[in-house]
């Protein structure tokens, strides 16, 4: 067991020095870039990286009208239906009057989470309309001034804190309702980006009066953050929006100082590569290709392809539904709506890619979550209840990428999950070659992880470059099912001679 153990951590190593950073290259002297270089490996971390599977709920004011307004419907996202030219902003501004979500449950919410398998939650306490989901004293925008009252914020954290799901909290950069906010453009813009990059000083304020009002904005985002911090002790991190902002970005040295206030109040806050950027208007990474903060934020809505897509940062991938909805959309015809398989499949290539996976989730005014949402729920969480040891706590396996799904790993066991199952009902698996003359790595054993039943393993022979193939027998049961599954193998090493007696024995 030692030396196999020792064989996959040589593999893993191989695997993953391709990600080490080419330290030939002059470094830009930074202030405000990454302030570590590699992985954060705290306890707080760790745990956040072996989550497998999130939620995210997005919910506001804007879940009144969802989508549509005066017989109308946007085609665009919902929690931005103030934009959406088919509402005024004083009757948006106004629809917190009505907000009384009669029908809302925390304690439901949090239980559909756990039984589909989510293992923290990530809620937005503010978007982009500036209406605080939690009683803040800094606004009167806020849910105390509803017809409901109730912290909300408090309620789900309660909730799902008690369930063993972690919370974190979004909050919105970007915040129509302030006078002092301002946005100067988008720091993806070329002509912008290219004044930051070539150090050039970009004032995004066409007025002092504006500078001047965005330095109370400042304060007040800093006060409400300090808030959510002070308020809600039992989250473990905050996930921010917005900050592609060019009077956010112009604002980096404040922003850098801000998130280590934050982190200083709250040891272990895990905040992710969305709040700030380096000084040069780099976000996510720095001018060094540095990871700023602890985990990267830019896959949403979209996975990496391959493991080296990744470069060896942590990441998670935040997913709606339906193509582009995050908060309550009445009308779902509009795009293409994913199935639980969908989102199963999704979730196990971001593990077997070092990642999480987060599914979004949309409740309307009354703080129902919608019917199709806890269809889906039901069918992911009945999948995982099954075969969550395929995805909680696992990593990137010692396979490659093959054809039948996705490999993940924790610890010797290696888990195959089978999205396509193949015609003949044989799951060919490439091993690894060894790098030791005249040893090979044999399938020791192979059990599917539905019912524990032992798999039948066959010699699938070998190719012209070398490698060794096994082919794990489908029984008619399995083959008969009409969803994913997942088989667990272990590898062993053994003297190139003993191939054929050995896998005689197990067969």
Same mark, same amino acid.
């Given at each position: 067991?030692?030396?196999?153990?020792?064989?996959?951590?040589?593999?893993?190593?191989?695997?993953?020095?391709?990600?080490?950073?080419? +330290?030939?290259?002059?470094?830009?002297?930074?202030?405000?870039?990454?302030?570590?270089?590699?992985?954060?490996?705290?306890?707080?971390?760790?745990?956040?990286?072996?989550?497998?599977?999130?939620?995210?709920?997005?919910?506001?004011?804007?879940?009144?009208?969802?989508?549509?307004?005066?017989?109308?419907?946007?085609?665009?996202?919902?929690?931005?239906?103030?934009?959406?030219?088919?509402?005024?902003?004083?009757?948006?501004?106004?629809?917190?009057?009505?907000?009384?979500?009669?029908?809302?449950?925390?304690?439901?919410?949090? +239980?559909?989470?756990?039984?589909?398998?989510?293992?923290?939650?990530?809620?937005?306490?503010?978007?982009?309309?500036?209406?605080?989901?939690?009683?803040?004293?800094?606004?009167?925008?806020?849910?105390?001034?509803?017809?409901?009252? +109730?912290?909300?914020?408090?309620?789900?954290?309660?909730?799902?804190?008690?369930?063993?799901?972690?919370?974190?909290?979004?909050?919105?950069? $970007?915040?129509?309702?302030?006078?002092?906010?301002?946005?100067?453009?988008?720091? !993806?813009?070329?002509?912008?980006?290219?004044?930051?990059?070539?150090?050039?000083?970009? !004032?995004?304020?066409?007025?002092?009066?504006?500078?001047?009002?965005?330095?109370?904005?400042?304060?007040?985002?800093?006060?409400?953050?300090?808030?959510?911090?002070?308020?809600?002790?039992?989250?473990?991190?905050?996930?921010?929006?917005?900050?592609?902002?060019?009077?956010?970005?112009?604002?980096?040295?404040?922003?850098?100082?801000?998130?280590?206030?934050?982190?200083?109040?709250?040891?272990?806050?895990?905040?992710?590569?969305?709040?700030?950027?380096?000084?040069?208007?780099?976000?996510?990474?720095?001018?060094?290709?540095?990871?700023?903060?602890?985990?990267?934020?830019?896959?949403?809505?979209?996975?990496?392809?391959?493991?080296?897509?990744?470069?060896?940062?942590?990441?998670?991938?935040?997913?709606?539904?339906?193509?582009?909805?995050?908060?309550?959309?009445?009308?779902?015809?509009?795009?293409?709506?994913?199935?639980?398989?969908?989102?199963?499949?999704?979730?196990?290539?971001?593990?077997?890619?070092?990642?999480?996976?987060?599914?979004?989730?949309?409740?309307?005014?009354?703080?129902?979550?919608?019917?199709?949402?806890?269809?889906?729920?039901?069918?992911?969480?009945?999948?995982?209840?099954?075969?969550?040891?395929?995805?909680?706590?696992?990593? !990137?396996?010692?396979?490659?990428?093959?054809?039948?799904?996705?490999?993940?790993?924790?610890?010797?066991?290696?888990?195959?999950?089978?999205?396509?199952?193949?015609?003949?009902?044989?799951?060919?698996?490439?091993?690894?070659?060894?790098?030791?003359?005249?040893?090979?790595?044999?399938?020791?054993?192979?059990?599917?992880?539905?019912?524990?039943?032992?798999?039948?393993?066959?010699?699938?022979?070998?190719?012209?470059?070398?490698?060794?193939?096994?082919? $794990?027998?489908?029984?008619?049961?399995?083959?008969?099912?009409?969803?994913?599954?997942?088989?667990?193998?272990?590898?062993?090493?053994?003297?190139?001679?003993?191939?054929?007696?050995?896998?005689?024995?197990?067969?």
């Amino acid at each position: 067991m030692k030396k196999n153990l020792l064989i996959t951590t040589l593999l893993c190593f191989f695997m993953f020095s391709g990600f080490a950073q080419d +330290k030939s290259k002059e470094r830009i002297p930074l202030k405000h870039g990454a302030h570590r270089v590699g992985k954060r490996n705290d306890a707080a971390m760790q745990k956040w990286r072996e989550y497998g599977l999130g939620q995210f709920i997005h919910w506001g004011v804007y879940a009144i009208p969802g989508g549509q307004w005066n017989g109308k419907t946007t085609t665009y996202a919902a929690e931005w239906f103030r934009t959406s030219g088919l509402i005024t902003h004083e009757e948006y501004d106004n629809l917190y009057k009505q907000f009384n979500p009669v029908n809302f449950d925390a304690k439901e919410w949090a +239980k559909q989470a756990k039984q589909m398998g989510a293992r923290y939650m990530i809620f937005t306490t503010k978007h982009h309309d500036g209406f605080c989901m939690w009683p803040s004293q800094y606004t009167d925008y806020t849910i105390a001034n509803t017809p409901y009252k +109730k912290d909300i914020v408090k309620e789900l954290v309660d909730a799902y804190t008690a369930e063993g799901i972690d919370v974190y909290l979004y909050f919105s950069i $970007i915040d129509w309702s302030h006078p002092g906010y301002y946005s100067g453009g988008n720091i !993806n813009s070329p002509k912008i980006k290219e004044t930051f990059q070539s150090g050039g000083d970009y !004032n995004p304020f066409e007025t002092e009066e504006q500078e001047k009002r965005y330095e109370d904005f400042k304060s007040f985002t800093r006060n409400q953050l300090l808030e959510l911090v002070d308020n809600y002790p039992a989250m473990k991190g905050l996930w921010f929006d917005g900050s592609w902002d060019v009077a956010w970005v112009k604002n980096a040295a404040w922003v850098d100082t801000l998130g280590m206030e934050l982190r200083a109040k709250h040891p272990g806050l895990i905040i992710g590569s969305r709040f700030r950027s380096d000084e040069l208007g780099n976000r996510h990474v720095d001018a060094n290709g540095d990871l700023i903060d602890d985990y990267d934020q830019r896959y949403e809505r979209s996975l990496p392809s391959t493991l080296e897509d990744t470069k060896g940062f942590d990441w998670d991938c935040v997913m709606t539904i339906p193509e582009n909805q995050w908060g309550y959309h009445r009308d779902w015809s509009l795009s293409y709506v994913k199935t639980p398989y969908d989102l199963i499949e999704m979730t196990v290539k971001a593990t077997s890619l070092n990642g999480n996976f987060v599914i979004n989730f949309g409740p309307d005014g009354d703080g129902n979550i919608r019917t199709e949402e806890t269809k889906i729920a039901k069918g992911v969480g009945e999948w995982m209840d099954v075969n969550r040891e395929a995805v909680y706590g696992v990593h !990137n396996s010692v396979l490659e990428k093959q054809d039948w799904g996705y490999s993940t790993q924790k610890g010797e066991s290696i888990y195959l999950t089978v999205f396509n199952k193949p015609m003949n009902d044989r799951v060919r698996v490439k091993v690894p070659r060894s790098r030791t003359k005249d040893m090979i790595f044999v399938i020791e054993h192979a059990e599917f992880i539905s019912g524990k039943k032992e798999a039948i393993v066959t010699d699938g022979g070998r190719d012209k470059y070398g490698s060794y193939y096994y082919d $794990i027998v489908i029984p008619q049961k399995v083959s008969n099912k009409k969803e994913p599954f997942v088989i667990k193998i272990k590898l062993k090493e053994v003297d190139r001679g003993a191939k054929a007696d050995y896998q005689k024995a197990i067969t």
